[in-house]
Antibody
Framework: QVQLVESGGGVVQPGRSLRLSCVASGFSFSTYAMHWVRQAPGKGLEWVALISYDGIHKYYADSVKGRFTVSRDNFKNTLYLQMDSLRAEDTAVYSC?????????????WGQGTLVTVSS | QSVLTQPPSVSAAPGQKVTISCSGSSSNIGNNYVSWYQQLPGTAPKLLIYENNERPSGIPDRFSGSKSGTSATLGITGLQTGDEADYYCGTWDSSLSGYVFGTGTKVSVL
């Protein structure tokens, strides 16, 4: 079955960096676009980034553009999110999600997420 | 601040029906498929509806989706206590070049 397992979260000071990973299994990782989504404590879902199946096309939410970078390694079945210049408002559970073969309107499977806390 | 608007909460008795609206614009709902996600307390979101009205395997037909113009609707019939959760609509926004979620709706079973 499809599994998405995030890691790399933790407590980090404002202005520092953190890299999240998402290991995928149970499907052909190199065939699907992948998303990062976050949810601040007690808040709703916020989309963060999308990367195409081949890693060529990348899209970001305005709130993270210029600070976060999404990438993938199709040989390792792994998705990454490099987060730089972190701010308190970036505190959230970060989840990866698998897209669909065509289009970008559906996040089909979701991981459980990893918590990132930005605090001094 | 989300570009997709949902009611904060809806409620009904067990066995009854609820509907959740999701209002957007031509750059998102008006020209793209809508998905719906269910988030049970303390768990990751799960896909309920995709491409406006399609259900993934394993999702009961008590859940249905529809779209008209720049709005979409999720319906839940035969409401059960296990349906108490937060529900989000979502779609691609062509103007923002990004995915957008609704503000979320909490469903309560009275």
């Amino acid at each position: 079955q499809v599994q998405l397992v995030e890691s790399g979260g933790g407590v980090v000071q404002p202005g520092r960096s953190l890299r999240l990973s998402c290991v995928a299994s149970g499907f052909s990782f190199s065939t699907y676009a992948m998303h990062w989504v976050r949810q601040a404590p007690g808040k709703g879902l916020e989309w963060v980034a999308l990367i195409s199946y081949d890693g060529i096309h990348k899209y970001y939410a305005d709130s993270v553009k210029g600070r976060f970078t999404v990438s993938r390694d199709n040989f390792k079945n792994t998705l990454y999110l490099q987060m730089d210049s972190l701010r308190a408002e970036d505190t959230a559970v970060y989840s990866c999600a698998r897209g669909v073969l065509v289009g970008a309107t559906t996040l089909y499977y979701w991981g459980q997420g990893t918590l990132v806390t930005v605090s001094s | 601040q989300s570009v997709l608007t949902q009611p904060p909460s809806v409620s009904a008795a067990p066995g009854q029906k609820v509907t959740i609206s999701c209002s957007g614009s031509s750059s998102n709902i008006g020209n793209n498929y809508v998905s719906w996600y269910q988030q049970l307390p303390g768990t990751a979101p799960k896909l309920l509806i995709y491409e406006n009205n399609e259900r993934p395997s394993g999702i009961p037909d008590r859940f249905s989706g529809s779209k008209s113009g720049t709005s979409a609707t999720l319906g839940i019939t035969g409401l059960q206590t296990g349906d108490e959760a937060d529900y989000y609509c979502g779609t691609w926004d062509s103007s923002l070049s990004g995915y957008v979620f609704g503000t979320g709706t909490k469903v309560s079973v009275l």
